[in-house]
């Protein structure tokens, strides 16, 4: 090979060929030619295949893709320190024109060609990137540019593709790869052909096994060669053959040419710069701001002009489908595309439209036009209407209507809409509000209803250990406490006006608590992460997960903290965490959640705190029994068939309650009421519709909770202590503050350990405990401030003192 080491011979010779500009920078020079343009992405991807080929031959880096050749001109370029170390300097871009009118592609293909075999340059031999039509390269295509155009061209491509003793078993595998990639796509009857046209060439080499080479071409589950590359191979191996398909691609490959290699004229008082619209393929940030300034124009009037980046174009295309743009309280910003809503903050929702526009619309938005993309499709949002964005249940706007809507999160983009009529399956997108579906989020069961007359509570003590029922209308049946309790806490994922109700799971090791956790995450909010073993350690994190979630399961938790307590009471009545956004000064990010926990334990006493324990139901689950004992094989098979069923009854469920809440809240005693109201009022009015007799399942519910509660005081060294100082003090005790943690301190009870480490947190625990006492054991704590500013405390066992 000739060397060209400070590769003069080659800038001169492609000077010579007359170039639109060449640009020195310190990096080297770039020779520019100017291009007709191109809207198929699909095509350019041909072009820019060949183009980098004979670019890495000319000695250039295969730079023909939008990304690189996109570069600002007329810019400063700063050498970094290891080329300032070699003595680079600061350099300024400078433009030099040519003459030359806008090129055909192909011909530009020619003359880069010429001057490689003119200068004896051999691509192989030369060092940088693979070629773009390689196997290997280090950034494969999309599999839309992969695909061939029809099956008839791969069929067309094989039988002209020359297979004998010169084909080498790499070049074999290479083709294999390419046909898949190339027929990838195009429907089960064309890849089939494809497979059939390939076999046909494989059987052309001497000595060929059919049924090897079905076998290899069987085993290739993935690869990064297609359409492009076939057309490289054949034009390597048989130029005539490849003259005849590309005289049949001649206008698509114009098109392809135009997209890769999109150029404007440069007016002459401008020789150092291109203005924004000149590139077409990566508009400047300027561009972006005129992009977004224009965004109240006709999409009908815009759409196809010329000068328009592709950024813009990929907006035009989002209007005409009907894409609709907004964002959420929160700051977030989104779009509505074919009933679909994705967040425009998040990869995984920009990922989304960026799949839209390649499928539908033809457009490969990547490099530069991606960030521009994202700027306008961010700026349409923040200028559009403030809407809320649910993942899997919301309530409808109409709060004089109860009504549910529960998103499936399957790909037929469906919901169930719940009122007091019944239930039916509508698509999202006629909804009057707006879900989007969860990264990582499951698919819910598509509800079926039975035919074997089980009813709901039934059917899930299959799945779901319970005690058993031995007096159906006796509250104090620990039976009928479960089942209130589990109906109370699985209407709440499903329709939450109130608190989000927190489940407590307690029970022996190997009484299934984990299984139970997870069929009741399955059930009602599936998730790749069914379970985790404890609460992020950042608060913001933790309202940022729970904020797109229904319900959360802690498994096998050991310990609560108090501040983990805290969370847990906030996510039950709904909060919001704050931080300062990134790359910024003073901008926020914020993160709202109402969501229930199921929290699973060995420890009867894990929850400490009254006021986490008055947002929580609990549920004592009994030991199994070896004699019942069965696969997990078995467990889940009868859990997914059974999923759908129990998905339509507690459906049916919901839909009874809300015809019969009006009635029930009519009827039902404030004082009869948890703290958790409406899910308790929801749970009473569902059970009558399942034939449960009034008022049975929220005495059942408060039985539940007065029963933990007491075991809750028992537990707690203030609460212990006080009732035996009112049992020996005839029912009344009065004094100061200090006297009383001085009487209590000395007497015999649970251990105090940090409760009453000082005064502070001896007051603490009396005002904490304050509430529980009065509502279970009846002990009423007055605090009152004597002469002095001495504060005095009065206990009374049998009312309110005075």
Wanted: with cysteine; net charge neutral; aromatic share 6%.
């Amino acid at each position: 090979m000739v060397s060209d080491p400070n590769w003069e011979r080659t800038i001169g010779a492609l000077a010579g060929l007359k170039p639109a500009m060449q640009v020195k920078t310190g990096n080297g020079t770039h020779t520019w030619f100017r291009v007709d343009e191109t809207t198929d992405p699909t095509q350019s991807a041909v072009a820019t295949a060949g183009i980098n080929t004979l670019l890495r031959a000319a000695g250039s880096d295969p730079v023909g893709d939008l990304p690189r050749i996109a570069r600002a001109l007329g810019t400063i370029n700063i050498p970094t320190e290891r080329k300032r170390n070699r003595g680079a300097k600061l350099a300024l871009a400078h433009a030099v024109l040519g003459p030359s009118p806008a090129a055909k592609a192909w011909r530009l293909h020619d003359l880069i060609k010429a001057v490689a075999d003119a200068l004896d340059l051999d691509p192989n031999d030369l060092k940088g990137h693979g070629s773009g039509a390689g196997g290997g390269t280090s950034n494969p295509l999309p599999p839309a540019m992969l695909r061939a155009p029809t099956v008839e061209l791969i069929e067309t491509l094989l039988d002209l593709l020359p297979n004998g003793d010169s084909v080498s078993r790499d070049m074999f595998l290479a083709v294999t790869h390419a046909v898949l990639g190339a027929a990838a796509g195009l429907g089960a009857e064309a890849e089939a052909r494809a497979r059939a046209a390939f076999l046909r060439w494989a059987g052309r080499y001497p000595g060929s096994d059919p049924d090897e080479d079905a076998r290899v071409y069987d085993t290739i589950r993935t690869t990064h060669r297609g359409w492009p590359h076939l057309l490289t191979d054949l034009r390597d191996a048989n130029p005539a053959g490849w003259q005849q398909i590309t005289d049949r691609l001649e206008p698509l490959r114009l098109e392809g040419a135009r997209r890769a290699f999109a150029n404007a004229p440069i007016a002459p008082e401008q020789q150092h710069l291109i203005e924004s619209a000149v590139i077409t393929e990566a508009a400047s940030r300027v561009g972006s701001d005129k992009a977004a300034a224009s965004t109240d124009a006709d999409p009908e009037q815009i759409a196809g002009g010329r000068g328009r980046s592709l950024a813009q174009r990929a907006v035009d295309a989002l209007l005409r489908a009907g894409a609709k743009f907004f964002h959420s309280p929160n700051g977030r910003a989104w779009i509505c595309l074919g009933g679909r809503v994705y967040s425009l903050d998040s990869e995984a929702g920009l990922r989304a439209v960026l799949s839209w526009l390649l499928v539908r619309a033809g457009l490969a938005i990547v490099g530069t036009a991606k960030s521009e993309l994202k700027d306008l499709l961010l700026s349409r949002a923040y200028v559009g209407p403030t809407e809320k964005v649910h993942y899997r249940q919301a309530q409808g706007p109409d709060l004089t209507k109860p009504e549910a809507f529960i998103n499936l999160m399957d790909q037929t983009g469906d919901g169930v809409h719940v009122d007091a009529t019944g239930w039916r399956i509508k698509p999202l997108s006629v909804m009057p509000v707006r879900f989007t579906d969860r990264d990582k989020g499951l698919p819910m069961p598509r509800p079926v209803r039975a035919t074997d007359g089980v009813p709901l509570l039934d059917r899930l003590a299959r799945h779901i250990a319970m005690h058993p029922v031995n007096k159906k209308d006796d509250p104090s049946d620990v039976g009928v406490q479960q089942q209130a309790n589990m109906l109370l806490f699985l209407l709440n994922q499903l329709f939450r006006v109130g608190t989000a109700v927190h489940l407590f799971l307690n029970g022996p090791q190997g009484a299934g608590k984990t299984t139970t956790s997870r069929r009741l995450k399955d059930f009602t909010d599936s998730d790749t992460a069914e379970v985790v073993p404890s609460l992020p350690s950042d608060d913001a994190v933790l309202f940022a997960i729970a904020g797109q979630q229904t319900v959360l399961v802690i498994d096998n938790a050991s310990a609560m903290r108090g501040n983990e307590a805290d969370l847990l009471c906030g996510l039950a009545t709904g909060a919001a965490q704050q931080k300062r956004a990134l790359y910024s000064d003073g901008d926020r990010q914020v993160y709202e959640a109402k969501c229930s926990v199921v929290v699973n334990s060995i420890d009867e006493n894990l929850i400490k705190r009254a006021d986490l324990m008055d947002r929580t139901v609990v549920h004592d689950q009994p030991p199994l029994d070896r004699k019942n004992r069965r696969t997990e094989q078995e467990l889940k098979a009868a859990w997914e068939r059974d999923k759908p069923f129990l998905f339509a009854d507690l459906l049916d469920a919901l839909s009874g309650g809300l015809a019969r809440l009006d009635a029930v809240m009519a009827v039902t005693p404030p004082e009869a009421l948890p703290r958790f109201t409406d899910a308790a009022l929801l749970a009473e009015a569902a059970a009558q519709s399942l034939g449960w007799k009034a008022g049975l399942c929220l005495a059942a519910i408060n039985a539940s909770r007065h029963g933990a509660s007491e075991r809750q005081l028992e537990e707690n060294p203030y609460a212990f202590r006080v009732r035996a100082l009112l049992e020996a003090e005839g029912g009344k005790w009065s004094g100061t503050v200090a006297d009383l943690r001085q009487r209590l301190t000395f007497m015999d009870g649970p251990e105090w350990g940090r409760v009453n480490q000082s005064a502070q947190s001896f007051t603490v625990a009396r005002d904490r405990m304050a509430g529980p006492l009065r509502d279970t054991w009846g002990i009423c704590t007055a605090s009152l401030r004597g002469s002095g500013g001495v504060r005095h405390v009065r206990l009374s066992l049998d009312g309110p003192a005075t």
